[in-house]
Structure formats: structure tokens, C-alpha cells
């Protein structure tokens, strides 16, 4: 059965289908010694390269799905490589599967990151269409007024478009840092913390809580790890109509 190259390369968990897309546009993916071209299908058994390097479509194809959650840590990066040397979130994760990041946290905010071994999950839970919440424990240097809330949940047009929070709710504090939670259902860089300074508030603390109905487990320490039970496996398989 053929399928698409570029989802056949996320399933195998090489990268998400934007990425593979992107790829292919840049002539730097070869099926069966010729590059290929958007649109082009193929079979697992197929031979594709990346940049030159045979990569095995059959390697995820029968294995189960695995997502398991980390509590990153902030000044942890979350990518594979940085000149400066500093620790990346690949570097705490187990190495018996190539695991595939859904989001990402910046070098400040700490909190909830989930991997998967299946890259079509990860695109799909990635993917604004699938409308999937994301929420993060804020803490706010400022004095909120009633109307600044009413402005984040109706909306402010930011650099890159209008951005909002579905929910605001005060989560307690004292003195000049209040707390709060926030809920959006997109995942643009900064994209909380932009809201927020849009108003002339500054974030001193950023904790992602929750990703869909997956939360941070209050037991999971900094920089840990922890596979998802089956049943929260199927449950985000379900939200993006995967089987």
C-alpha cells in the first residue's frame, strides 16, 4: 500500500510531515535513487534517503505507540544541538526509540513536555486544526486590573496575527507577583508571554500544566521522565482520530 513519502517519514518517526515536506522541497530526499518531489508516493519498503543516508520506514511500522511526558526544566533547550553546550531535553530521554517532540518549551518556561514514537501522532497533536488545550501556570510581576483579563480572553493582535486566551482564572500570590492559569489552544513561539507583555506585564515564571488531558504529575521531578499508561495513549490517539 503506498502512502504519501512525508507520512510515511513522520510514522517512522524521523519528523514531523511539515518537516519532511520541507525537506523534499529543498531536494534533499531521494526514493529509489531519484529526488523526490511533493505529491510523490511510496512504499515502506521503498528505499529513501535523507541527505544522503538510507533511513528505515519500517522501523516504527509495527510498533506500538509509546508517548511518554517530561518535567523540563528551565535552561534545559529543546534541541539536539547547541553550540553553547548546554543540556538538552534529548539528552534525558531513554534511547531504545527515536522520539519525536509535541511542541516545544523555551529556554525559560519549565514544565510538561510529551515525545512519541509515532511522528503522525505528534504532527496531528501539533497541528492548530486539532484544536487541543494547552495550559500554563503564569506568574505575573504587575498589577492586573479586571479589564486587562477582558482584553487577554477577547484578544490582541500580536507581530505574527490576533492571539487570545480561551480561559484566565487567578491562581493566588501576594505582593507584586500574582499567579495565574492560562488556557490557549495554539502553540506560537512566546506566544503566552507575548500576551502578557502586550499589556506591559512582565512573565517572571512560565510552567506548562497541562496538554490536552494529559497533566504534569505532581510526583514527576525536574528533568524526569515517565511513560504514559494505555490508556492516556489512546486517549490523545482518540483526540486527533487516530486509531
Same mark, same amino acid.
Given at each position: 500500500?503506498?502512502?504519501?513519502?512525508?507520512?510515511?517519514?513522520?510514522? $517512522?518517526?524521523?519528523?514531523?510531515?511539515?518537516?519532511?515536506?520541507?525537506?523534499?522541497?529543498?531536494?534533499?530526499?531521494?526514493?529509489?535513487?531519484?529526488?523526490?518531489?511533493?505529491? &510523490?508516493?511510496?512504499?515502506?519498503? #521503498?528505499?529513501?534517503?535523507? &541527505?544522503?543516508?538510507?533511513? %528505515?520506514?519500517?522501523?516504527?511500522?509495527?510498533?506500538?505507540?509509546?508517548?511518554?511526558?517530561?518535567?523540563?526544566?528551565?535552561?534545559?533547550?529543546?534541541? *539536539?544541538?547547541?553550540?553553547?553546550?548546554? !543540556?538538552? +531535553?534529548? %539528552?534525558?530521554?531513554?534511547?531504545?526509540?527515536?522520539? +519525536?517532540? +509535541?511542541?516545544?518549551?523555551?529556554?525559560?518556561?519549565?514544565?510538561? =513536555?510529551?515525545?512519541? *514514537?509515532?511522528? %503522525?501522532?505528534? *504532527?496531528?497533536?501539533?497541528?492548530?486544526?486539532?484544536?487541543? #488545550?494547552?495550559?500554563?501556570?503564569?506568574?505575573?510581576?504587575?498589577?492586573?486590573?479586571?479589564?486587562?483579563?477582558?482584553?487577554?480572553?477577547?484578544?490582541?493582535?500580536? #507581530? %505574527?496575527?490576533? $492571539?487570545?486566551?480561551?480561559?484566565?482564572?487567578? /491562581?493566588?500570590?501576594?505582593?507584586?507577583?500574582?499567579?495565574?492559569?492560562?488556557? =490557549?489552544?495554539?502553540?506560537? !513561539?512566546?506566544?503566552?508571554?507575548?500576551?502578557?507583555?502586550?499589556? /506591559?506585564?512582565?512573565?517572571?515564571?512560565?510552567?506548562? +500544566?497541562?496538554? /490536552?488531558?494529559?497533566?504534569?504529575?505532581?510526583?514527576?521531578?525536574?528533568?524526569?521522565?515517565?511513560?504514559?499508561?494505555?490508556?492516556?495513549? *489512546?486517549?490523545?490517539?482518540?483526540?486527533?482520530? =487516530? !486509531?
Amino acid at each position: 500500500m503506498t502512502e504519501r513519502l512525508q507520512k510515511l517519514i513522520a510514522t $517512522a518517526g524521523y519528523g514531523s510531515r511539515r518537516w519532511a515536506e520541507r525537506l523534499i522541497e529543498q531536494g534533499r530526499i531521494e526514493v529509489n535513487n531519484k529526488t523526490a518531489n511533493i505529491g &510523490d508516493k511510496c512504499n515502506i519498503t #521503498d528505499r529513501v534517503k535523507i &541527505d544522503g543516508r538510507t533511513i %528505515d520506514l519500517e522501523r516504527y511500522s509495527e510498533e506500538e505507540t509509546k508517548v511518554l511526558i517530561l518535567n523540563k526544566q528551565a535552561g534545559v533547550i529543546c534541541s *539536539n544541538k547547541d553550540e553553547e553546550g548546554r !543540556k538538552s +531535553v534529548y %539528552d534525558l530521554l531513554p534511547k531504545e526509540s527515536r522520539w +519525536v517532540m +509535541v511542541g516545544r518549551l523555551d529556554l525559560n518556561t519549565s514544565g510538561l =513536555l510529551l515525545f512519541t *514514537n509515532n511522528g %503522525d501522532l505528534a *504532527n496531528k497533536l501539533m497541528h492548530p486544526s486539532s484544536q487541543i #488545550d494547552r495550559e500554563y501556570a503564569v506568574r505575573v510581576l504587575g498589577q492586573v486590573e479586571q479589564e486587562d483579563l477582558k482584553k487577554l480572553t477577547e484578544g490582541i493582535e500580536l #507581530d %505574527d496575527g490576533f $492571539a487570545k486566551f480561551n480561559r484566565v482564572t487567578a /491562581g493566588g500570590g501576594e505582593g507584586a507577583n500574582r499567579w495565574y492559569k492560562v488556557v =490557549l489552544k495554539e502553540g506560537r !513561539k512566546r506566544e503566552v508571554r507575548r500576551l502578557w507583555e502586550a499589556l /506591559g506585564f512582565k512573565v517572571s515564571r512560565l510552567i506548562r +500544566v497541562r496538554f /490536552g488531558e494529559i497533566r504534569l504529575p505532581e510526583r514527576l521531578r525536574a528533568n524526569q521522565f515517565d511513560y504514559l499508561k494505555p490508556g492516556q495513549v *489512546n486517549l490523545l490517539l482518540r483526540s486527533v482520530k =487516530l !486509531k
